[in-house]
């Protein structure tokens, strides 16, 4: 299965909401994870079986979608929030991550 | 829940290495440890997972026959392994600890462990 992110990067102000899309190249059945890399950090656990949120994550994190498109939406931007984020689907093995979208401070 | 890795470590092509991460805070045998390769080139990959109960394993294709997942279960520590590094194989590696509702997520992650492979 092929993840397809977008955009790849992104530029945005403390306040705003952005979306990040992820695209499967067949239907997940809303096996899709989200993970926030932060520089010189491991991933962190956002959101998981598409729409739920990790236990200690902020409630300004959403995610939603079906079928074979996904999103995360952050609302409210926060500095610590400028990151990479990847999805990654857990349907069948192997489980692919995207190529990671990268939201920078505008 | 804690996973600790072993640190960074400069090889020679065609060297082994075997790369370590210590899990506490959970009982180890009770769920998966997946192995995730991060490159500036390529982002993450997953390299595949082992079942710390048992030691079955699952290897993504791509990293098939060319690593070996492996575990003690006396030390709750779980390996990564080369009979024969290559230049290619230079990136960060994590291991995550997988948990499952129905859905499959890596809910805790290693600080990652650097192999840098050079001739």
């Known amino acids: 299965i092929q993840m397809t992110q977008s955009p790849s990067s992104l530029a945005a102000s403390v306040g705003d909401r952005v979306t990040i899309t992820c695209r499967a190249s067949q239907n997940l059945h809303n096996f899709l994870n989200w993970y926030q890399q932060r520089p010189g950090r491991a991933p962190n656990l956002l959101i998981f079986g598409a729409s739920s949120l990790q236990s200690g994550v902020p409630s300004r994190f959403n995610g939603s979608g079906s079928g074979s498109i996904y999103t995360l939406t952050i609302n409210s931007l926060q500095p610590e929030d400028f990151a990479t984020y990847f999805c990654?689907?857990?349907?069948?093995?192997?489980?692919?991550f995207g190529q990671g979208t990268k939201l920078e401070i505008k | 829940v804690q996973l600790v890795q072993s640190g960074a470590e400069v090889k020679k092509t065609g060297e082994s290495l075997r790369i370590s991460c210590t899990a506490s805070?959970?009982?180890?045998?009770?769920?998966?440890i997946n192995w995730v390769r991060q490159t500036p080139g390529k982002g993450l990959e997953w390299m595949g997972r082992i079942d710390a109960s048992d030691s079955h394993s699952s290897y993504n294709p791509s990293f098939q026959g060319h690593v070996t997942f492996s575990v003690d279960r006396s030390t709750n520590t779980a390996y990564l392994q080369w009979s024969s590094l290559q230049a290619s194989d230079t990136a960060m590696y994590y291991c995550?600890?997988?948990?499952?509702?129905?859905?499959?997520?890596?809910?805790?992650w290693g600080q990652g462990s650097l192999v840098i492979v050079s001739s």
């Open positions: 995550a600890r997988e948990s499952s509702n129905g859905n499959v997520q890596l809910d805790h």
């Open positions: 805070g959970y009982h180890f045998p009770f769920y998966w």
């Open positions: 990654q689907h857990s349907y069948n093995s192997p489980y692919t």
